[in-house]
């Protein structure tokens, strides 16, 4: 039997991530020749996967950025609403020499940033009330993450931003606690949520990246070789994890449908990042208008 | 590993170190021992155990119940169900699991409800010349149906680990939760005919008309706490802050049974309380998070769900495995680990998954009250200031009920499904 | 020896009061936030995004703290058949036993806690933005304290556990 590598996840198997913890195991163990025996595991929990990995106690996490802006602020750059057009843009940046310097921030925490993964672009879901235009939306308690930089857009769109635990969402939904809240069409469809909300509004208001983490102790002891074998399953992971997350993102919206939820399209994607405008102003401040401007205008080159 | 984590633990129970403590050592005893994880991680799975919003709810109930205890309250409502159920032999242990019933429509948890519950009726019932074993036994076991009853917190729990319909599970667990507590009722009624307990139940009822007055405060309470829930205004976690709140309004000013100078002594006997099942919930997560590194839950269900072909079989040996686990791990963790295995498997051999949740909630709530680790046996025991043993006796009685129960809900899919089958389909 | 231990319950009288006060007020604090948190999410129409976290941070405090209580009152939970049933030094013998495998496992949450508290002190506590290390002092700082209870109820033994009837 090889060396142990545990990596945790958050999902079912059967997920965008948990697709991404097998690719990740499958590769490893075939380009080592079983010299490493990949565990993955479930662990719902994601700050705790984050501290493990930095502990020691675990090689290994892969999941939302959520948690990880606690770790390495840097990061929350990323989690300004409008700030990518498209899958293209957002994965184009990702793995650009930007990415690249974002990822290189976690060492000083001891962990190795792998590559960057994503959960996809976040939806707004709503239940009983419709949603026509963002100024419907004002006065709505909408549960978001407990991020700074998604409440205060929210707010300034006039939304009562809840930051909830996710364990709690689903109740809420149900007896309307929350008017609604916001999600990658995964999330949404594995959690069901068309059981408790009406309506999806296809917004794309923030992308949701992801990252594959490892411990800097347990990079420092792998040889060049074998650091080329993880960074390979890592890139493999990332591939099997984008090509499910377009897949949920294609059948899931169908599916949503099917299962009786009203889908909208959004075609004026402006009104809901004119709204928010006002937060934008202090982004600029926390993060620097001009990094913005780079991030919103990259092309590919 | 787990092997000689189970021994530590099991001898060290044997020598009267307190639980909490054994399952600590034990675990640090397999993760010092037998891993080469960083033993920091003992200090790590204490805060990520603790550090969780829904358990709020076992020291927000705690303090809810002992406010209503002193603020007399739960005397009222203890009356009031006197007043209706208690006049015959045994009424007083009848008023127990009606009580319980009541109180199980508040709140989610068992442990709650054991505290808020038998703070009044442990103390009465030992009063009308109860054994104390037989009355924190009672308790503990009529607390199971707070989690069966709808609100429920593992049921919450389910609901988000395999994608099942809340509202669905919610409804399926009320026939399940009425046959326990008739099935409850009957055993104790004839229990205390044969025993000759509780022949005095009937003195000194109040008459229903004054009971219903006296206590309208109090039966207020579940309509606040319930109508909060279910009108949008709070999660149940949050529920049980607004029965603190509500409970320091009533006592304070209008029953005017509660003073300021009771304050203090009332939080720190909270404080105890809670501390006492919430520091077993501290060392547990230890315990749990070395048994799934390890896979063991995982490979498990694996095997079960491999070699158990059929519905019947797979449901005969699901409940076997869940009383094992039930006996040993904590009901939350053991429903975010095993209920998506488990489920999965069930819906492959053609059992509703609302069923089947609805199985593994009344399975792990019996695991509430089977030792070694049951948390509502430790609540029992704290409020009765009694300790475990001398409850074994009355406990394998009661959790004979159960099984029975168990069985019936597990092989009998129409009684958690036809009120869902009314009312959602 | 005997003024040694008069001085070390003396000593354990001050800090378990104080302590007990202090997770008395973390409960309270607990329950204000979570009260908070509904009012402004319902009444207020402006939900407080530190209410949650604060809750959990007080509730933290409160058991870690709450355990040096618990341990003076004797009141942590256990099968005590063996300790019901013993007499003279048998029964001291036990309660040595517990005391040395309860200290031992607090010197543990003392150490690691202690380190974890260092170790994590970069990373933030979502909600409240402040240094997790604020939640995971409450181990080695509970520990300590708890220790001092655990002591002084061995010098000074009480079982409430079997006597604190309500
Ligand atoms: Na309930
Ligand atoms: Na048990």
Redesign the interface.
């Known amino acids: 039997q090889g060396k142990q590598v ?1 990596i945790t996840h958050s999902s ?1 198997t059967n997920s965008h991530w948990g697709v991404a913890a097998l690719e990740f195991e499958k590769v490893v163990e075939a380009l080592s020749k079983n010299k490493y025996n990949v ?1 993955v ?2 662990l ?2 994601e ?2 996967a984050v ?2 990995v ?4 675990q090689e290994c996490a892969l999941g939302s950025t959520g ?1 990880v ?3 390495v ?1 840097d990061i929350r750059v990323l989690d300004v609403p409008f700030l990518f057009r498209d899958y293209a843009h957002a994965r184009g940046v990702l793995d650009s020499e930007v990415g690249d310097k974002l990822l290189e921030k976690f060492k000083a ?1 001891g962990m190795i940033g792998m590559v960057w993964m994503e959960n996809g672009f976040r939806h707004l879901t709503t239940g009983k009330k419709e949603v026509q235009s963002p100024s419907d939306v004002r ?1 709505m ?1 909408i549960r978001t993450m ?3 930089v998604h ?1 205060e857009a929210w707010k300034a769109a006039g939304v ?9 969402l ?3 939904l ?4 929350v008017d609604g809240q916001e999600n990658p069409i995964p999330v949404i469809l ?3 949520f068309d ?1 408790l909300q009406k309506y999806l509004y296809l917004t794309s208001h923030v992308y949701s990246p992801g990252v594959l983490v490892c411990g800097l102790d347990f990079w420092n002891g792998l040889s060049a070789e074998d650091k080329k074998i993880f960074q390979d399953a890592a890139k493999a992971s990332v591939k099997a994890n984008r090509s499910r997350v377009e897949e949920d993102e294609r059948s899931g919206v169908q599916e949503l449908r099917r299962r009786g939820m009203e889908v909208r399209e959004v075609t004026n994607r402006e009104a809901y990042q004119e709204a928010m405008k006002t937060a934008v102003a202090n982004f600029e401040k926390q993060f620097g208008a001009d990094v913005l401007k780079t991030l919103r205008e990259w092309r590919p080159k | 590993m787990s092997g000689a984590m189970l021994a530590t633990m099991m001898v060290m129970f044997a020598i009267s170190i307190p639980i909490a403590v054994a399952i600590g050592l034990a675990a640090f005893v397999g993760l010092a021992g037998f891993t080469n ?2 033993l ?2 003992t200090a ?1 799975q204490v805060f ?1 155990a603790l550090d ?3 358990l709020a709810a076992i020291p927000f109930f705690i303090l809810a119940g002992n406010l209503m205890d002193i603020g007399g309250l739960s005397r009222r409502l203890v009356e009031l169900a006197r007043a209706f159920v208690g006049g015959i032999q045994g009424g007083l242990a009848a008023t127990c699991v009606v009580t319980c019933m009541i109180f199980a429509a508040i709140s989610g948890s068992s442990v709650a409800t054991t505290f808020a519950v038998g703070a009044v009726l442990i103390p009465a019932l030992k009063r009308y010349g109860y054994p104390i074993g037989f009355a924190a036994a009672l308790q503990a076991t009529a607390a199971e149906l707070g989690v069966i009853i709808p ?1 429920s917190i593992p049921m ?2 389910y ?2 680990a395999t ?5 669905e599970l919610f409804i399926a667990g009320f026939a399940p939760g009425l046959l326990i507590a008739v099935a409850l009722i009957a055993t104790v009624l004839v229990w205390c005919r044969i025993k000759g307990w509780g022949k005095r139940d009937a003195e000194g009822r109040l008459g229903r008309r004054v009971a219903i007055r006296q206590a309208f405060w109090a039966l207020l309470m579940p309509v606040i706490v319930l109508g909060g ?9 949050e529920a049980s802050v607004v029965a603190v709140v509500y409970a320091l309004i009533v006592g304070l000013f209008l029953h005017r049974e509660l003073t300021f100078a009771d304050l203090l002594p009332v939080f720190r006997k909270s404080v105890v309380s809670s501390t006492v099942i919430m520091f077993i919930i501290a060392t547990a997560s230890l315990f749990s998070y070395l048994l ?2 390890q ?1 063991i839950p995982d490979a498990a269900a694996a095997w079960l769900t491999s070699t158990f072909e059929g519905p019947g079989m797979y449901m005969l040996a699901v409940n076997f495995f869940l009383f094992l686990v039930g006996m040993f791990i904590e009901t939350s963790a053991s429903i ?1 680990v095993l209920a ?1 295995i488990l489920q999965e498997a069930a819906q492959r051999v053609g059992i509703d998954p609302v069923h089947f949740g609805t199985v593994m909630v009344v399975n792990l709530a019996l695991g509430m009250i089977t030792p070694p680790f049951g948390v509502n046996l430790f609540a029992a025991a704290q409020v009765a200031g009694c300790s475990i043993d001398k409850m074994l006796k009355p406990l394998m009685i009661f959790i004979a009920v159960i099984i029975t129960c168990l069985m019936i809900v597990a092989y009998v899919p129409a009684l958690s499904l036809f009120l869902r089958d009314i009312v959602m389909r | 020896m005997r003024s040694l231990t008069a001085a070390f319950l003396r000593l354990d009288k001050v800090t378990t009061l104080a302590v007990g006060i202090a997770a008395s007020v973390a409960l309270a604090v607990a329950v204000a936030a979570g009260f908070w948190q509904v009012t402004t ?1 319902f009444l207020l ?3 407080a ?1 530190w209410s ?2 604060l809750v959990r941070l007080a509730l933290i405090w409160m058991v870690l703290l709450g355990l040096a209580v618990t341990l003076r009152q004797g009141a942590l939970v256990s099968i005590d058949i063996a300790h019901r049933y013993s007499t003279g030094p048998a029964k001291r013998a036990i309660e040595a036993v517990a005391l040395f495998s309860t200290l031992f496992l607090l010197a543990v949450l003392f150490w690691f806690g202690w380190e974890m508290t260092n ?2 002190r ?6 409240l ?1 402040i240094s ?1 290390s604020w939640g995971y002092a409450a181990i080695p700082v509970g520990a300590v304290f708890a220790a001092i209870g655990a002591i002084a109820n061995f010098l000074d033994y009480r079982s409430e556990e079997l006597e604190a009837a309500v």
């Open positions: 545990t079912a565990v595991q479930r719902d929990n700050r705790e501290e493990s930095q502990l020691g106690s948690p802006g606690n770790f602020p925490r006065g308690k407990e991020n700074q409440m009562l931003p809840t930051p909830m635990a996710f364990s709690e689903p109740s809420a149900q007896q309307g606690t594995a959690g069901n059981q | 994880l960083p920091t991680v790590q990520v969780r919003f829904p609100p919450i729990l609901g988000v994608q099942t319909s809340i509202p829930i279910y009108g949008g205004v709070t999660t149940p976690t799934n590194r896979g975010i998506p | 999410r129409e402006s939900p995004t949650e976290a170790r994590v970069f990373q933030e506590m979502a909600g933005e997790i």
